[in-house]
């Protein structure tokens, strides 16, 4: 009899959700808006190097937030590095210490990612780059007390006054396994991904040798290993051309929170130094835990006949 507290999904409810984890998993669009000084990223790295954050800090700057891994190229940022200087500029300092956040959604399930090795007060999780259903998470270092957390919304006590709202139980069970899951396997997953995506790699460049240009490969970064960017150089060739003709390849050719830059170059790979005609015909393919070598076959074959194709229309 306390129905007015909460009710049980129906059986049809249940089943939509389980028909959408399964057909709709794909991530539709994201916007971000943001207050923030950018720090760009070095043109051989492409990485964001620790001195130029250093530099960019300001009497006024209470927030520094870098992501774990660029969500494009694979780079993965020098943040316990960044973390280090940060708070020993912290220590010197008269007033409130500068806050350190990372968004780690892409580097969950592909890398090793410990909170504590790295030093943030906050870390971003997204579910729905791990195998997880499309939920988030802000890890806090001490929420509340030893790093600040304030409310976005108002209105009831729940989640400890955080923020109201009743908590989605089933989702967060959910996130709650997909990490169990990478605890206890991330060095298969890595490695199978790695292995993957250098065969994809070589697959590549043999198929169209001295057409390549990958645009993952920077001078002294590491990368995921399973994010391949990728250029097959040609006139008729941009990103969008090529995937929108291929018969099986599903990719992408930049971010989904950057889809409003409609066939432009994606402006991460201009700022990493990559010429804009290169760039305009890139295109990001991942791989995931299950992928195979006969998938990266069937794919280099769909683009082989793909191009094959492009070029004799031209």
């Known amino acids: 009899m306390d129905y007015n507290a909460t009710t049980p999904p129906e059986s049809e409810v249940i089943q939509a959700i389980s028909e959408a984890l399964q ?63 940060i708070k020993s500029l912290n220590k010197q300092r008269e007033r409130l210490r500068i806050l350190l956040h990372t968004d780690a959604a892409q580097a969950l399930g592909k890398i090793r990612v410990d909170v504590s090795d790295l030093g943030v007060d906050y870390l971003t999780i997204v579910g729905h780059k791990f195998y997880a259903p499309r939920i988030g998470a802000l890890y806090v270092n ?15 006590g729940q989640e400890r006054n955080f923020r109201p709202g009743t908590e989605n139980t ?20 890595e490695s199978h991904m790695q ?31 399973n994010t391949c960017n990728v250029s097959i150089l040609g006139p008729r060739l941009q990103g969008w051309r090529v995937l929108s003709n291929c018969r099986r390849l599903l990719a992408s050719v930049g971010a989904a929170c950057h889809s409003d830059s409609g066939n432009r170059p994606s402006h991460i790979l201009l700022s990493c130094g990559v010429p804009s005609e290169v760039a305009a015909n890139a295109m990001r393919l991942s791989v995931g835990r299950e992928t195979s070598e006969a998938d990266v076959d069937a794919v280099v074959e769909d683009l082989r006949e793909t191009v094959q194709l492009l070029e004799e229309m031209n």
């Open 195 to 225: 292995r993957i995506k250098l065969y994809l790699e070589e697959r590549l460049q043999a198929v169209f040798a001295g057409r390549i240009r990958f645009n993952s490969h920077f001078l002294g970064s590491d990368i995921l290993p």
């Open 23 to 85: 057909d709709a998993w794909g991530n539709p669009s994201s916007n971000y808006i943001a207050d923030v000084t950018f720090v760009p990223v070095s043109k051989v790295t492409a990485r964001v190097e620790v001195e130029d954050i250093i530099a960019a800090v300001r009497p006024n700057t209470c927030l520094i937030s870098v992501m774990l891994a660029n969500n494009e190229t694979g780079v993965i940022m020098p943040l316990q590095e960044i973390c280090q200087r």
């Open 170 to 189: 089933p989702m967060i069970a959910g996130l709650g396994k997909a990490a169990e899951l990478v605890t206890s396997n991330l060095s298969d997953y």
């Open 142 to 156: 001490g929420p509340g007390t030893k790093t600040p957390l304030y409310p976005m919304l108002f209105g009831g």
